[in-house]
Protein backbone atom coordinates (compact mmCIF):
# COMPACT_ATOMS: atom_id res chain seq x y z
CA UNK A 1 0.00 0.00 0.00
CA UNK A 2 1.13 3.34 -0.75
CA UNK A 3 0.74 4.96 2.63
CA UNK A 4 2.09 1.92 4.34
CA UNK A 5 2.96 3.00 8.00
CA UNK A 6 4.66 -0.52 8.75
CA UNK A 7 2.50 -0.49 11.84
CA UNK A 8 0.33 -3.80 11.63
CA UNK A 9 -1.11 -3.41 15.35
CA UNK A 10 -2.95 -0.24 14.33
CA UNK A 11 -4.11 -1.63 10.65
CA UNK A 12 -7.12 -3.44 9.12
CA UNK A 13 -5.92 -3.84 5.79
CA UNK A 14 -4.73 -7.74 5.16
CA UNK A 15 -1.72 -7.35 2.89
CA UNK A 16 1.22 -9.71 2.19
CA UNK A 17 3.38 -7.61 4.22
CA UNK A 18 0.99 -8.03 7.58
CA UNK A 19 3.32 -9.26 10.63
CA UNK A 20 1.25 -9.59 13.82
CA UNK A 21 -2.00 -11.08 13.75
CA UNK A 22 -4.89 -8.30 13.12
CA UNK A 23 -6.30 -6.21 16.05
CA UNK A 24 -9.65 -5.81 17.09
CA UNK A 25 -9.01 -3.63 19.84
CA UNK A 26 -11.52 -0.42 19.94
CA UNK A 27 -10.23 2.79 21.93
CA UNK A 28 -12.28 4.11 24.29
CA UNK A 29 -14.03 7.54 24.78
CA UNK A 30 -11.31 10.30 24.45
CA UNK A 31 -13.12 11.22 28.37
CA UNK A 32 -12.08 7.96 29.60
CA UNK A 33 -8.75 6.97 31.50
CA UNK A 34 -9.38 3.39 32.45
CA UNK A 35 -6.20 1.48 34.32
CA UNK A 36 -7.44 -2.07 35.02
CA UNK A 37 -9.97 -3.98 33.11
CA UNK A 38 -10.65 -7.10 34.61
CA UNK A 39 -13.12 -9.32 33.18
CA UNK A 40 -15.35 -12.00 35.53
CA UNK A 41 -16.39 -14.87 33.28
CA UNK A 42 -18.36 -18.50 33.89
CA UNK A 43 -18.59 -21.13 31.28
CA UNK A 44 -22.21 -20.92 31.92
CA UNK A 45 -24.97 -18.68 33.25
CA UNK A 46 -26.31 -18.42 36.93
CA UNK A 47 -23.55 -19.72 38.89
CA UNK A 48 -23.16 -16.07 40.54
CA UNK A 49 -20.91 -14.28 38.21
CA UNK A 50 -22.69 -11.01 38.24
CA UNK A 51 -22.45 -11.08 42.28
CA UNK A 52 -19.12 -11.77 42.29
CA UNK A 53 -18.19 -9.00 40.00
CA UNK A 54 -20.58 -6.70 41.99
CA UNK A 55 -18.85 -8.37 45.22
CA UNK A 56 -15.31 -6.96 43.63
CA UNK A 57 -16.41 -3.64 43.05
CA UNK A 58 -17.55 -2.68 46.08
CA UNK A 59 -14.68 -4.07 48.04
CA UNK A 60 -11.99 -2.14 45.56
CA UNK A 61 -14.40 0.92 46.10
CA UNK A 62 -14.39 0.51 49.82
CA UNK A 63 -10.76 0.44 49.55
CA UNK A 64 -10.80 4.24 47.93
CA UNK A 65 -9.85 3.43 44.61
CA UNK A 66 -12.06 4.53 41.59
CA UNK A 67 -14.54 1.64 40.04
CA UNK A 68 -16.62 1.21 37.02
CA UNK A 69 -18.75 -1.71 36.09
CA UNK A 70 -19.14 -2.62 32.45
CA UNK A 71 -22.50 -5.12 32.22
CA UNK A 72 -21.61 -6.98 29.37
CA UNK A 73 -24.50 -9.92 29.77
CA UNK A 74 -26.38 -7.52 27.76
CA UNK A 75 -29.48 -10.64 27.90
CA UNK A 76 -29.31 -11.12 31.90
CA UNK A 77 -28.36 -7.53 32.61
CA UNK A 78 -28.51 -7.88 36.85
CA UNK A 79 -26.17 -5.15 37.99
CA UNK A 80 -28.13 -2.09 38.28
CA UNK A 81 -30.43 -4.13 40.64
CA UNK A 82 -28.18 -5.59 42.64
CA UNK A 83 -26.81 -1.84 43.26
CA UNK A 84 -30.04 -0.87 43.55
CA UNK A 85 -29.45 1.82 40.58
CA UNK A 86 -33.08 2.92 39.38
CA UNK A 87 -31.87 6.12 36.97
CA UNK A 88 -31.57 5.89 33.30
CA UNK A 89 -28.13 6.64 31.95
CA UNK A 90 -28.19 10.16 30.04
CA UNK A 91 -26.18 11.33 27.42
CA UNK A 92 -24.26 14.58 25.34
CA UNK A 93 -22.64 14.56 21.97
CA UNK A 94 -19.14 13.96 23.67
CA UNK A 95 -21.00 10.45 24.76
CA UNK A 96 -22.97 8.13 27.24
CA UNK A 97 -22.96 8.92 30.96
CA UNK A 98 -22.55 6.11 33.55
CA UNK A 99 -24.97 6.09 36.23
CA UNK A 100 -23.28 6.26 39.96
CA UNK A 101 -23.84 3.96 42.51
CA UNK A 102 -24.34 4.98 46.59
CA UNK A 103 -20.79 4.63 46.94
CA UNK A 104 -19.94 6.13 43.43
CA UNK A 105 -18.76 3.07 41.41
CA UNK A 106 -19.94 4.00 37.77
CA UNK A 107 -21.86 1.90 36.27
CA UNK A 108 -23.14 1.31 32.61
CA UNK A 109 -25.86 -1.15 31.78
CA UNK A 110 -28.40 -2.32 28.64
CA UNK A 111 -30.93 -1.96 31.80
CA UNK A 112 -29.80 1.28 31.81
CA UNK A 113 -30.90 2.59 28.98
CA UNK A 114 -33.77 0.41 28.11
CA UNK A 115 -37.30 2.64 28.81
CA UNK A 116 -38.78 -0.84 30.46
CA UNK A 117 -35.97 -2.97 31.98
CA UNK A 118 -39.07 -6.11 31.87
CA UNK A 119 -38.05 -5.62 28.28
CA UNK A 120 -36.72 -9.04 26.79
CA UNK A 121 -33.28 -8.17 24.83
CA UNK A 122 -34.19 -10.26 21.67
CA UNK A 123 -31.08 -9.39 19.52
CA UNK A 124 -29.19 -11.46 17.74
CA UNK A 125 -25.04 -11.91 18.68
CA UNK A 126 -23.55 -9.34 16.35
CA UNK A 127 -25.93 -6.63 17.62
CA UNK A 128 -25.31 -7.83 21.36
CA UNK A 129 -21.41 -7.83 20.44
CA UNK A 130 -21.78 -4.31 19.02
CA UNK A 131 -23.64 -2.81 22.06
CA UNK A 132 -21.07 -4.17 24.54
CA UNK A 133 -18.38 -2.36 22.51
CA UNK A 134 -20.64 0.73 22.38
CA UNK A 135 -20.48 0.75 26.34
CA UNK A 136 -16.43 0.53 25.63
CA UNK A 137 -16.40 3.07 22.95
CA UNK A 138 -19.14 5.65 23.87
CA UNK A 139 -19.23 5.50 27.93
CA UNK A 140 -17.54 9.00 29.30
CA UNK A 141 -16.04 6.47 32.03
CA UNK A 142 -13.69 9.79 33.16
CA UNK A 143 -10.65 8.07 35.65
CA UNK A 144 -11.46 4.67 36.65
CA UNK A 145 -8.16 2.54 38.58
CA UNK A 146 -10.88 -0.57 38.05
CA UNK A 147 -12.90 -1.66 35.55
CA UNK A 148 -15.36 -5.43 36.47
CA UNK A 149 -16.69 -6.19 33.15
CA UNK A 150 -19.86 -8.67 33.96
CA UNK A 151 -18.66 -10.97 30.64
CA UNK A 152 -21.55 -12.82 28.42
CA UNK A 153 -21.90 -16.24 29.75
CA UNK A 154 -20.33 -19.11 27.99
CA UNK A 155 -17.22 -19.46 25.52
CA UNK A 156 -19.48 -18.41 22.58
CA UNK A 157 -19.48 -15.67 19.83
CA UNK A 158 -20.49 -12.87 22.29
CA UNK A 159 -17.85 -13.16 24.54
CA UNK A 160 -15.37 -13.71 22.01
CA UNK A 161 -16.07 -10.47 20.40
CA UNK A 162 -15.41 -8.75 24.17
CA UNK A 163 -12.07 -9.90 24.30
CA UNK A 164 -11.52 -8.90 20.99
CA UNK A 165 -13.08 -5.37 21.40
CA UNK A 166 -11.84 -4.30 25.07
CA UNK A 167 -8.34 -4.87 26.10
CA UNK A 168 -9.25 -7.48 28.94
CA UNK A 169 -6.07 -7.32 31.75
CA UNK A 170 -7.34 -10.45 33.42
CA UNK A 171 -9.82 -13.02 34.12
CA UNK A 172 -11.69 -13.73 36.99
CA UNK A 173 -13.65 -17.59 36.38
CA UNK A 174 -16.50 -18.24 38.21
CA UNK A 175 -17.91 -21.79 39.09
CA UNK A 176 -19.80 -24.13 41.41
CA UNK A 177 -18.44 -27.18 42.55
CA UNK A 178 -20.23 -29.52 40.51
CA UNK A 179 -18.73 -31.77 38.26
CA UNK A 180 -20.30 -30.81 35.17
CA UNK A 181 -19.54 -27.15 35.59
CA UNK A 182 -15.51 -28.40 35.80
CA UNK A 183 -15.80 -29.53 32.35
CA UNK A 184 -17.16 -26.29 31.76
CA UNK A 185 -14.47 -24.19 33.66
CA UNK A 186 -12.00 -25.78 31.78
CA UNK A 187 -13.40 -24.64 28.35
CA UNK A 188 -13.71 -20.83 29.57
CA UNK A 189 -9.53 -21.48 31.02
CA UNK A 190 -8.68 -22.64 27.30
CA UNK A 191 -10.71 -19.84 25.83
CA UNK A 192 -8.83 -17.59 27.78
CA UNK A 193 -5.87 -18.95 27.09
CA UNK A 194 -6.48 -18.63 23.09
CA UNK A 195 -7.28 -15.70 23.42
CA UNK A 196 -3.69 -14.92 25.33
CA UNK A 197 -5.21 -13.25 28.85
CA UNK A 198 -3.86 -13.87 32.29
CA UNK A 199 -6.39 -15.69 34.34
CA UNK A 200 -6.11 -14.01 37.97
CA UNK A 201 -8.28 -17.26 39.62
CA UNK A 202 -11.17 -18.61 39.93
CA UNK A 203 -13.66 -18.14 42.69
CA UNK A 204 -16.33 -20.82 43.55
CA UNK A 205 -19.51 -20.23 44.62
CA UNK A 206 -22.43 -21.83 45.90
CA UNK A 207 -19.89 -24.27 47.60
CA UNK A 208 -22.38 -25.01 50.76
CA UNK A 209 -24.39 -23.68 53.03
CA UNK A 210 -24.17 -23.75 56.88
CA UNK A 211 -26.97 -25.19 58.62
CA UNK A 212 -28.67 -22.84 60.90
CA UNK A 213 -29.55 -24.90 63.95
CA UNK A 214 -25.55 -26.72 63.87
CA UNK A 215 -23.41 -24.62 62.15
CA UNK A 216 -22.24 -28.37 59.93
CA UNK A 217 -21.39 -27.22 56.14
CA UNK A 218 -23.61 -29.08 53.94
CA UNK A 219 -21.92 -29.89 50.56
CA UNK A 220 -25.43 -29.67 48.32
CA UNK A 221 -23.48 -30.41 45.40
CA UNK A 222 -21.13 -32.63 46.30
CA UNK A 223 -17.40 -32.37 46.85
CA UNK A 224 -15.95 -29.49 44.96
CA UNK A 225 -14.13 -30.24 42.05
CA UNK A 226 -12.42 -26.74 41.59
CA UNK A 227 -9.26 -26.82 43.28
CA UNK A 228 -8.86 -30.20 41.34
CA UNK A 229 -9.07 -28.18 37.96
CA UNK A 230 -7.47 -25.32 40.02
CA UNK A 231 -4.46 -27.27 40.61
CA UNK A 232 -4.79 -28.91 36.74
CA UNK A 233 -4.53 -25.45 35.06
CA UNK A 234 -1.74 -24.21 37.93
CA UNK A 235 -4.56 -21.24 39.09
CA UNK A 236 -4.97 -19.65 42.16
CA UNK A 237 -8.45 -20.31 43.85
CA UNK A 238 -9.32 -17.45 45.34
CA UNK A 239 -12.30 -18.24 47.12
CA UNK A 240 -15.15 -20.37 48.13
CA UNK A 241 -18.52 -18.32 48.59
CA UNK A 242 -20.90 -20.31 50.45
CA UNK A 243 -24.97 -19.84 49.59
CA UNK A 244 -25.89 -17.51 51.98
CA UNK A 245 -29.43 -15.57 52.39
CA UNK A 246 -27.94 -12.48 53.46
CA UNK A 247 -26.13 -12.30 49.85
CA UNK A 248 -29.26 -12.85 48.24
CA UNK A 249 -31.12 -10.81 50.05
CA UNK A 250 -28.38 -7.62 49.67
CA UNK A 251 -28.75 -8.32 45.89
CA UNK A 252 -32.40 -8.49 46.08
CA UNK A 253 -32.67 -5.31 48.04
CA UNK A 254 -30.08 -3.15 45.91
CA UNK A 255 -27.96 -3.18 49.19
CA UNK A 256 -24.54 -4.60 47.60
CA UNK A 257 -22.26 -1.92 48.75
CA UNK A 258 -24.08 -2.81 52.49
CA UNK A 259 -21.85 -6.31 52.68
CA UNK A 260 -20.42 -6.20 56.30
CA UNK A 261 -18.06 -9.32 56.02
CA UNK A 262 -17.03 -8.75 52.40
CA UNK A 263 -16.36 -12.99 51.16
CA UNK A 264 -13.75 -11.83 48.42
CA UNK A 265 -11.24 -9.54 50.45
CA UNK A 266 -8.60 -12.29 49.66
CA UNK A 267 -9.64 -12.22 46.43
CA UNK A 268 -9.27 -8.45 45.86
CA UNK A 269 -5.96 -8.33 47.59
CA UNK A 270 -4.77 -10.01 44.43
CA UNK A 271 -5.69 -7.42 42.06
CA UNK A 272 -2.83 -5.54 41.39
P1 LIG B 1 -24.91 -15.14 36.94
O1 LIG B 1 -24.42 -13.75 36.80
O2 LIG B 1 -23.81 -16.17 36.89
O3 LIG B 1 -26.03 -15.49 36.00
P2 LIG B 1 -25.99 -14.21 39.46
O4 LIG B 1 -24.83 -13.57 40.13
O5 LIG B 1 -26.99 -13.29 38.81
O6 LIG B 1 -25.51 -15.31 38.41
O7 LIG B 1 -26.71 -15.15 40.53
C1 LIG B 1 -27.90 -15.83 40.24
C2 LIG B 1 -28.86 -15.74 41.45
O8 LIG B 1 -28.36 -16.49 42.54
C3 LIG B 1 -29.05 -14.31 41.95
O9 LIG B 1 -30.39 -14.12 42.33
C4 LIG B 1 -28.13 -14.21 43.17
O10 LIG B 1 -28.60 -13.29 44.11
C5 LIG B 1 -28.19 -15.64 43.71
N1 LIG B 1 -26.91 -16.04 44.32
C6 LIG B 1 -25.73 -16.19 43.70
N2 LIG B 1 -24.77 -16.59 44.56
C7 LIG B 1 -25.38 -16.69 45.79
C8 LIG B 1 -24.90 -17.04 47.09
N3 LIG B 1 -23.63 -17.41 47.31
N4 LIG B 1 -25.80 -17.02 48.11
C9 LIG B 1 -27.09 -16.68 47.88
N5 LIG B 1 -27.58 -16.35 46.68
C10 LIG B 1 -26.74 -16.33 45.63
Not at 210 to 236: H, Y
Not at 243 to 252: E, V
Amino acid sequence: MSDCTHDCSSCSENCGERQDPQSFLESPNPLSNIKKVIGVVSGKGGVGKSLVTSLLAAEMSKRGKAVSVLDADITGPSIPKIFGVCDKASGSEQGIYPVETESGIKLMSINLLLEDDTAPVVWRGPVIGGAVKQFWTDVIWGDVDYMFVDMPPGTGDVPLTVFQSIPVDGIIIVTSPQELVSMIVEKAVNMAKMMNIPIIGLVENMSWVNCPDCGKQIKIFGESKTAETAEKFNLPLLAQIPFDAKLASLCDKGAIEDIEDNPLKNAADMLK
